[in-house]
């Protein structure tokens, strides 16, 4: 009736009952179908669905997938080989095409002795990438590291490098694993060296504009730490504009000189022997390396409190989003000439590269917006408080972790790109999904194959990019666990 | 309280322009702007130096010219005779007709598959998932390609259906032929035909269409009041009238009237000479444009929808369950608004890719902007400049025009905060 | 927190019936394979004011969530006002009508403002007229002390508000019983009063309360049974009195220790 | 930019040629990515007349979209990509066309069994033709001409026509008669295949120049009409060498730059049309090697015979 | 928390000078048309250490961010260290190296341990060599007791450590003044003793300071001059002592009542 009732209920365990096993019904084959399949009218329906669906595909290409025929000269042949082998009327897949062409999808017109340099290139960007990509978890760091440094010696020496180049590339990547396991920010330097050296190795030629392009930038810090006391804002025009000069003015004349001094030059490359996921990785790489610091400079710019800054800001972003890719294109593969001046002509990957880093820095801008909006008004404040200026506030404090907030949206608009890469056939250029394709038809023997290099491409395709959307789901699943 | 005092005023010196916050700004955007204006000069400089060396000029005058190419099945009346500027107009219309096509189909498909992928059936769920990973992976480019091949290699040719015992029969009640060109349906006859309005142009609407357009539309309206009513008798009494049946009578038997009064009925198609005529004969170019573009923009927007509803926290059905809403009321009074907060603003910029991606039109022969201003046009007449400037403003403004509605949304329901 | 209870409350009134509210038996529950809930068995009578504590993880929100049928039971019977709860839809639903849950996020709809979210559920659970509703949510409203903030939406209320709608949210219902999962922890101190001070307001008038908490002046000042929990399993249970001055099990002595030992 | 395009090419050591991304018999790369084909030995010619070298050549593969463009911007110095000769190219378009390399004319294929004999019978059907080619026009022109219409399915390029046509997806196939005859040979079942007769326009594909560069566009044509005139007078890549030192014919030792120094006119070597000829044999070597009825596409000379075999080859004379 | 304030402190080596550290003369500010800061009159004088008190919203913080510049005055005079505050960046940057400031939420920067949170601005603001500079910030991370954390993540600390480092990140810029927004306010209960016991030490050591707090113990204990401000204006000055024990205003007395009152 009253309080006494509470109290009457004390209560005390004394002995602890043990974790008992749930009931059967529980657990079990028979239970998780029953749970996952059949466990209503709708659901029942969905798995026969299901079913019919897997059924319908089965049915319909599996006898193609099984007759497949790898070792064939052309497609007539293989057409008699499944006729002799399947009987008259059989279907079957012929995939000797890309047995016999699989190197122009890969590396279209590269000279084939040299296929050894961009195999390097790639495993060298694994190591470059890796203690940007992967620099929290040493673990992973570790397998990427070790896995690409593995896969790229056994490739490279299949695909015949010479015995100096092996020993580079292995003093390099068995050099990366170390200093991984050492300290790891050393890899950063490595980093930054990675794109002058990825271009001289896919490119080949002399080594010396690389080192003279590394010299001016020298030159440019040297400026700025000159006039950094003077005035910060006017140090950072100066360096940058020392080297831009340089760049334009010095940097070609004195490669040459240097060149006929001390030849230091690799078999050349010409660009429009890239072709297929050569160039589609190029690209993509390239767009993605150069359009990270526009796109860094648009974000900031977007969030510019100055009307004017701001406004362009908008204008650029805006008007590249607003237009498909595949106009830019035309544009680089059309227009450029007029816009540039007279008698001025320079190589159509180039131009590409422009007009995807273009295209990709105002979707970076909006990625990196979105990291710099994510952080915290605080950070900008403390930085404020201990009297850092706006750029080295950037630099020290904001920029370092808005990019780590970004780098999952900066993969994905990197498989954008990569995907959007295989338009570049619109203005002439050989991707591998459709120019490649296109004219491994146009010969004689491979007429009329259609299915085999699409599936072909479209697996590797879905390879790399697959892979990169799980790293990048990876990376947001943690940043966000970081968050909390 | 004390007014305002204006800050005793500094007296400005040079340095200022640098060091004082209020110039500095100044300072960098005057130099920003002057730097731009300089680009900008410098390229229009080179422009109008290289046309002149080509001996060409900037001038829209093609436009007016004869186009003399055909496009296949015109949205309005078109012949070779007819201008480059209407030919563009063509494709335009092509292109937008596509595109919301494309945004309508990808819209479903993503959200059933959206939601799918979240149903508790395992099996049913993963093949969602290799669904969407399959489409989020590979080009758009190859599933155009390839879906535009299944379409010539799966399906008969118009000549299968010939002869006394045909390889292919028709569908639907021999109403629909699938072939590997087109996909025959049947057209719309009418029996008491009220004639068309002349919109100038060449431009014919039906009357019939109209009066349809403006029962729909009016029975729209009046669902609407019906709803409104529904929501006052709730306010009042607390229970809500049913209001299905009215909405159906609403909607159906307007234009079922309008269909007894027109005679309305389906003119099959025919095989006649080497095709399907009487019917409509859609292209499998535009079909396989249009179901690439609405799997692969469909993949994106049931990630879209999956995410915005596993956005809604688990917390707010719970919260709605303790409440004693049932499932169905919870989804649409809890999860939907808010998940639909989430789910908008990407899914309007994947309509603004699709647009944009419908540019890959060219790779099955479908005549969209591309493929008639910044294609055969381009190419007759050579005047690449002019035709890719105009191309890409009017792709500018198409997407100016999404994103304004996105914009326009996104304020309407911006959740409050603190 | 303790110095946020500050006035001792007069029991006298807060009567116990005989009548039951809840009756749980040999009540089972696992995930999966993990045996969360070990043969509870807890009979609360109508007014009676019920604190569940632990440690973490011992299943106290799942006790509760339990009888609200959040979650469902393995094995044994929990009957609430008179109904048992089965997969019977029927059922959960008029439970769930009468049992009021507060949650330790607030877990308000922030699409819908303060007052829409106190009338939704009377509106299309209860059928009331929105006119009535509404004015049932302003009384409670007033109640919790936050009338004027009807029109605002949630997002721009402070937690300590957000959770006093919640409560008001719940009690819109008309609930004969009111759950509350770790209603103060996620609140800053100076709002854990507030939100406290409108609990013990609800105990005052006799409400059923079943509270998970450990804010043991809160226990002390309101509770008629303090019910300890660990390991899935009930181990203790007494007066608020004798639960915090004279424990018995070892383990409360321990989780006495811990929480009362700064 | 006018007028030295020879002396860039000299100075770069490379001809730059715009070719085809890839078309049976007139222009692909094979295996190891070396170019072959019709159009490429006209390249191949002039770098070898220009350089003394045939490899020295970089194929710079255009789309129909691009390659006037970049032969008007300098990205090549000559294109050599099955493009027709018309009026507005040569004109408004500021091209060059050097001549004529191929005679063709755009024509139709059917299957046998559609029981179609001439193009005339063709009212309604569905045909399928590459966008953006003279060819498209034409097609509308015939059919508006003869009151008869037609369904186009546009399509991209050629491999892709190919494929609509053997499934079925058109009734017929436009194209120039050269390239039908090439998809025609490449099918599995070239027997069930005809060419209507009807050859609808003139088609004269030749490679295109700068407008401006007169001298550069002698040496294109020039070396354009030694390998045909090479042919004419029976010098061969195989009896070249003997033939410049003892040839009887004077027309042959001028050619040949035995006697006048005709090269030096232009700018070349003496040894510039022996050299150009030398590089892939005279006009009907290449021919009989590329598309001749030798090879699998098996084209016949037809108007592309000599004018003295009744064809309308007609090297003007070289003096 | 008043407990958490164990000594008394002897204040008489606590010396104030004539000089003055800061001068605010008449001082307005608006955000949009919202007059936040009204005729603010105040001096600072070096060595002195002073509390500001008051509502929610009355413009505390603003004030405060005023003198480093964070927010910009519309009217009147704000003079740090002889130093006007207009909008000349050379100004404003010096000012912000003689002042430093600690936040309610510290503000540290969590991709950097907590030495480099430390030496961070003694780099690149003064161009210390590293050396150097890592030595005065382990001096300073010694001085808040937390020197074996120097190698951590601020992610990897408590509360109150991260508070503590985000002093010690001011103090390494051996600023001349240092400003406090509610640097306990964020803290749980155990965690504030840590940080005001550091606070108390600055003081002790003469440091010019101006604290936003609600801790009243502290006030008492440290402060020459409490503040109290309502609506943008400055409502009450006095010594620590007055103003608790004999508040002038009404607005202070009834301010006190509730900050003083649970
Ligand atoms: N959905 C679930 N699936 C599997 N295990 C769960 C699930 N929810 C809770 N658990 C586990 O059940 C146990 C009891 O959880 P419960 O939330 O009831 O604990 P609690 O006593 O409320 O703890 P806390 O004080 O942390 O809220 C925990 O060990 C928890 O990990
Ligand atoms: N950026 C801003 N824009 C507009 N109004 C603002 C802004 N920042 C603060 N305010 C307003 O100015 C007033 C004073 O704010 P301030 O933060 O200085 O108060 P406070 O005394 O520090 O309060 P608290 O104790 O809550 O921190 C408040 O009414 C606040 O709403
Ligand atoms: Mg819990
Ligand atoms: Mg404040």
Same mark, same amino acid.
């Given at each position: ?124 960007? !694994? ?7 992967? @620099?929290? @978890? ?225 979707? !970076? ?103 990169? @959307? ?15 | ?84 500027? *209407? ?48 489409? *989020? ?18 399906? %008969? ?36 035909? %009220? ?27 009046? *669902? ?16 809500? %009238? ?177 | ?34 045996? /969360? ?6 009979? /609360? ?82 059928? /009331? ?92 000042? /309101? ?40 | ?319």
């Amino acid at each position: 009736m009253s309080e006494l009732h509470a109290q009457t209920v004390s209560f005390v365990r004394e002995t602890m009952i043990p974790p008992a096993p749930p009931p059967t019904r529980q657990t079990g084959a028979l239970s998780w179908l029953r749970e996952n399949l059949f466990s209503g009218p709708v659901n029942t329906i969905l798995t026969l669905l299901g079913l019919a669906i897997i059924w319908f595909l089965v049915s319909h290409f599996w006898d193609w997938f099984a007759h497949s025929v790898w070792n064939a000269a052309s497609l007539a042949e293989c057409r008699q080989i499944i006729a002799e082998t399947w009987g008259e009327g059989a279907r079957g897949a012929c995939w000797a095409v890309i047995r016999e062409r699989w190197n122009q999808y890969l590396f279209g017109f590269y000279p084939m002795e040299l296929y050894f340099r961009p195999v390097m290139a790639f495993g060298f960007l !694994m190591v470059a990438l890796a203690p940007v990509l992967f @620099s929290e @978890s040493l673990q992973i760091r570790r397998i990427v590291l070790i896995v690409s440094a593995a896969l790229t010696l056994v490739l490279m020496a299949v695909l015949g490098a010479p015995m100096v180049w092996l020993a580079f590339a292995a003093v390099v990547m068995i050099g990366a694993v170390v200093i991984a396991e050492r300290h790891a920010p050393w890899l950063l330097i490595f980093s930054v060296l990675y794109p002058l050296l990825g271009i001289w190795l896919l490119w080949g030629g002399s080594l010396w504009p690389q080192i003279m392009v590394l010299a001016s930038i020298g030159l440019g810090w040297l400026a700025w730490k000159l006039l950094v006391r003077v005035s910060p804002l006017l140090a950072m025009v100066a360096g940058v504009l020392v080297t831009l000069i340089l760049w334009l003015v010095a940097v070609g004349p004195a490669a040459e000189d240097a060149q006929r001094l001390i030849p230091l030059a690799i078999t050349a490359v010409d660009s429009d022997q890239f072709g297929g996921f050569l160039l589609s990785i190029t690209i993509g790489v390239a767009g993605i390396a150069l359009s990270l610091p526009l796109g860094i400079i648009l974000a900031l710019a977007r969030r510019s409190d100055m009307f004017l800054v701001h406004t362009l800001a908008v204008m650029f972003i805006e008007f590249i989003r607003g237009v498909p890719l595949i106009t830019l294109l035309f544009v680089a593969s059309l227009l450029l000439n007029y816009f540039l001046p007279p008698g001025t002509n320079f190589d159509i990957i180039l131009r590409v590269i422009i007009m995807v880093t273009i295209f990709a820095a105002a979707y !970076m801008a909006e990625v990196i917006r979105g990291g710099l909006a994510a952080l915290p008004r605080g950070q900008y404040e403390a930085a404020d408080a201990l009297g850092l200026d706006y750029w080295k506030a950037q630099r020290l404090i904001i920029l370092p972790q808005a990019l780590k907030i970004s780098i999952p949206g900066i993969v994905s608009t990197f498989i954008g790109m990569f995907k959007d890469t295989t338009l570049v056939v619109f203005v002439g250029l050989f991707d591998p999904l459709k120019g490649v394709s296109d004219f491994v038809r146009a010969n004689f023997a491979w007429k009329g194959v259609y299915w085999e290099p699409f599936i072909f491409v479209g697996a590797i395709f879905f390879i790399i990019c697959f892979s990169m @959307s799980r790293y990048s789901m990876f990376l947001e699943r943690r940043l966000r666990r970081e968050h909390r | 309280m004390a007014d305002i005092s204006a800050p005793a005023a500094t007296p400005f010196r040079l340095s200022m322009l640098l060091y004082d916050r209020r110039y500095r700004s100044m300072t960098i955007q005057v130099f920003v702007f002057i730097l731009v204006m300089a680009f900008a000069w410098w390229l229009v400089g080179n422009t109008i130096q290289n046309l002149r060396v080509m001996g060409k000029d900037f001038d829209f005058g093609f436009l007016g010219q004869r186009a003399g190419y055909d496009i296949p099945s015109p949205p309005i009346p078109y012949t070779s005779d007819d201008t480059h500027l *209407r030919a563009t107009i063509v494709g335009l219309l092509n292109t937008v007709i596509v595109s919301v096509l494309g945004c309508i189909a990808a819209t479903v498909l993503g959200i059933t598959v959206g939601v799918a992928r979240l149903s508790n059936n395992w099996l049913f769920a993963r093949l969602m998932t290799i669904y969407v990973e399959m489409f *989020r992976n590979i080009p758009l480019l190859l599933w155009i390609l390839i879906v535009y091949a299944i379409f010539t290699e799966v399906l %008969p040719p118009p000549n299968a259906y010939r002869g006394e015992d045909p390889a292919a029969s028709m569908i639907l009640f021999d109403n629909v032929a699938l072939t590997n060109r087109y996909t025959a349906i049947p057209s719309l006859g009418m029996t008491n035909n %009220p004639g068309d309005l002349d919109l100038g142009y060449r431009i014919l609407i039906n009357w019939a269409v109209i009066a349809f357009a403006v029962v729909l539309i009016g029975g729209w309206f009046l *669902r609407k009041a019906v709803l409104n009513h529904a929501q006052k008798v709730q306010d009042a009494t607390g229970d809500r %009238p049913v209001t299905w049946w009215k909405n159906l009578a609403i909607m159906t038997v307007p234009s079922l009237l309008l269909i007894w009064y027109f005679g309305l009925h389906l003119v099959p198609p025919e095989l006649k000479g080497f095709n399907f005529a009487g019917g409509l004969n859609v292209q499998n170019g535009f079909v396989a444009l249009w179901l690439a573009l609405t799997l692969y923009t469909g993949a994106f927007i049931a990630e879209i929808v999956r995410a915005g509803i596993l956005a809604v926290s688990k917390g707010q059905s719970e919260a709605a369950f303790a409440l004693g809403l049932k499932p169905n009321w919870t989804m649409n009074l809890v999860i939907l608004p808010q998940a639909l907060r989430v789910i908008i603003p990407p899914l309007i910029s994947q309509y603004l890719n699709l647009t944009k991606n419908s540019s890959l039109a060219i790779a099955v022969g479908y005549m969209d902007l591309r493929g008639t201003l910044g294609g055969t046009t381009l190419n007759q007449t050579g005047r690449e400049l002019e035709a890719i400037v105009l191309m890409m403003l009017i792709y500018l403004a198409l997407s100016l025009i999404i994103s304004g509605a996105m914009n326009v949304y996104n304020n309407r329901v911006k959740l409050k905060e603190r | 927190m303790s110095e946020a209870i500050t006035r001792d409350i007069d029991r006298s009134h807060m009567k116990v019936s005989d009548e039951v509210a809840i009756d749980i038996r040999n009540m089972n529950k696992w995930y999966g394979t993990f045996h /969360v809930l070990r043969d509870i068995d807890l009979t /609360v009578h109508k007014g009676e004011r019920i604190v569940i504590a632990g440690p973490s993880g011992s299943g106290k929100s799942t006790l509760i969530r339990c009888i609200n049928r959040l979650e469902e039971h393995q094995s044994g019977h929990i009957v609430v006002d008179g109904i048992e709860l089965t997969s019977d839809i029927k059922n959960i639903d008029k439970v769930r009508s009468e049992v009021g849950m507060v949650f330790q996020h607030f877990n308000l709809f922030p699409h819908l403002t303060v007052l829409e979210n106190c009338t939704l559920a009377p509106i299309w659970v209860r059928k /009331v007229p929105k006119k009535q509703a509404e004015a049932t949510a302003m009384r409670f409203l007033e109640k919790v002390k936050i009338p004027e903030q009807a029109g605002k939406y949630p997002g721009q209320l402070s937690g300590g508000q957000q959770q006093r709608v919640a409560i008001a949210r719940s009690l819109c219902m008309q609930p004969k019983i009111m759950l509350f999962d770790e209603p103060t922890s996620a609140l800053d101190p100076e709002m854990i009063k507030e939100v406290l001070d409108t609990m013990i307001e609800l105990a005052e008038e006799g409400m059923t309360m079943l509270c998970v908490t450990h804010e043991m002046g809160f226990a002390q000042a /309101v509770a008629n049974r303090v019910i300890f929990m660990d390991q899935g399993q009930i181990v203790e249970q007494n007066n608020p009195h004798d639960f915090f001055h004279n424990p018995k099990s070892e383990r409360t002595k321990l989780f006495l220790s811990q929480i009362l030992g700064h | 930019a006018e007028g030295d395009t020879l002396k860039a090419v000299k100075a770069r050591g490379e001809l730059i040629c715009g070719v085809n991304t890839g078309l049976v018999g007139f222009a692909a790369p094979d295996a190891s990515g070396n170019w072959a084909g019709f159009d490429v030995a006209v390249c191949k010619a002039v770098a070898a007349a220009v350089l003394g070298d045939p490899a020295k050549v970089k194929y710079v593969p255009t789309t129909g979209q691009t390659r006037f463009t970049a032969l008007s911007s300098g990205e090549v110095d000559v294109l050599a990509r099955n493009s027709t000769w018309t009026y507005s190219r040569d004109t408004d378009l500021k091209l060059d066309f050097i001549g004529v390399n191929y005679y063709d004319g755009q024509g139709f294929m059917v299957r046998k069994d559609l029981g179609v004999t001439s193009a005339k019978e063709l009212d309604g059907a569905t045909i399928c033709i590459q966008t953006g080619t003279t060819t498209e026009l034409n097609l509308a022109d015939y059919f508006k001409a003869n009151n008869m219409s037609y369904q186009p399915v546009n399509i991209d390029s050629n491999a892709e026509g190919e494929q609509q046509y053997m499934a079925g997806a058109c009734d017929a196939y436009t194209t120039d008669a050269s390239g039908l005859a090439a998809t025609r040979a490449a099918f599995a079942d070239p027997e069930n295949h005809i060419i209507l007769p009807e050859i609808i326009s003139k088609e004269p594909l030749g490679p295109a120049v700068r407008h401006g560069d007169n001298n550069w566009g002698d040496i294109v044509r020039w070396t354009l009409n030694a390998l045909i005139a090479a042919e004419e007078y029976g010098v061969t890549s195989a009896n070249i060498e003997e033939l410049a030192t003892n040839s009887e014919n004077p027309e042959v030792q001028r050619l040949l730059g035995a006697s006048d120094e005709l090269g030096a006119m232009m700018g070349l070597d003496k040894d510039w049309a022996k050299n150009a000829i030398k590089a892939s044999g005279n006009y009907g070597e290449v021919f009989a090697k590329t598309i001749g009825e030798e090879t699998p596409i098996g084209l016949a000379r037809g108007l592309n015979a000599q004018w003295t075999q009744g064809g309308l080859l007609y090297a003007p004379p070289f003096r």
